[in-house]
């Protein structure tokens, strides 16, 4: 059974550091992107990026490139989304989900998700 | 980046009506496109993806369609459970991007 499992949530003051995680089983975790997705209060999804385990190839969203990193542990099966320096705006719940294609050109979609991990940033 | 223009942003109906969720993609996506369902307090859930695929599991009342790029979530007979706000999702071209969902109430 594939399972997204990501790690709890966390209250942080702006400026911090902070670093989450999503950890896959029951498929082989370096042949499928993870994607991270943002919802911030009360608002829709906004996609942020994914990254490919096989090769660590990794493509940002520009509202988010330079604002997180994001990474991978392949002996672990785990992925990560961090970020250097909190900020108030950060507060979100955010998802990783596992991205699939249909083909091998086909179209792709997000099959599996995390529970989401929901982060406070306040002073 | 894809502009994904999602229709209407909330609908009230009651269970058993016909539901139609329109998504309008700035240029030609292909079929690039999925469906997804979310209930308040959890994650979303793919309903359909390449545009028109029934994601297993997914009960039949959902489908989707294309016409060149709009895109058409259809929820056949509204059951209590599908109450929830419903977002495309375009993976032609990176960014992706998300319409900004629509809500559907009682």
């Known amino acids: 059974e594939v399972q997204l499992v990501q790690s709890g949530a966390e209250v942080k003051k702006p400026g911090e550091s902070l670093k989450i995680s999503c950890q896959a089983s029951g498929y082989i975790f370096s042949n499928y992107y993870i994607a991270w997705v943002r919802q911030m209060p009360g608002k829709g999804l906004e996609w942020m990026g994914i990254f490919y385990p096989a090769d660590s190839d990794t493509i940002y969203s520009p509202s988010f490139e330079g604002q997180v990193t994001i990474s991978a542990d392949k002996s672990i099966n785990t992925a990560y989304l961090q970020w250097s320096s909190l900020k108030a705006t950060d507060s979100a719940m955010y998802y990783c989900a596992r991205r699939r294609r249909v083909a091998a050109a086909g179209p792709f979609y997000f099959d599996y998700w995390g529970q989401g991990t929901l982060v406070t940033v306040s002073s | 980046a894809i502009q994904m223009t999602q229709s209407p942003s909330s609908l009230s109906a009651s269970v058993g009506d016909r539901v139609t969720i329109t998504c309008r993609a700035s240029q030609v996506i292909r079929n690039d496109l999925g469906w997804y369902q979310q209930k308040p307090g959890k994650a979303p859930k793919l309903l359909i993806y390449?545009?028109?695929s029934l994601q297993s599991g997914v009960p039949s009342r959902f489908s989707g369609s294309r016409s060149g790029t709009d895109f058409t979530l259809t929820i056949s007979s509204l059951q209590p459970e599908d109450f929830a706000i419903y977002y495309c999702l375009q993976d032609y071209d990176y960014p992706l991007t998300f319409g900004q969902g629509t809500k559907v109430e009682i």
């Open positions: 390449a545009a028109s």
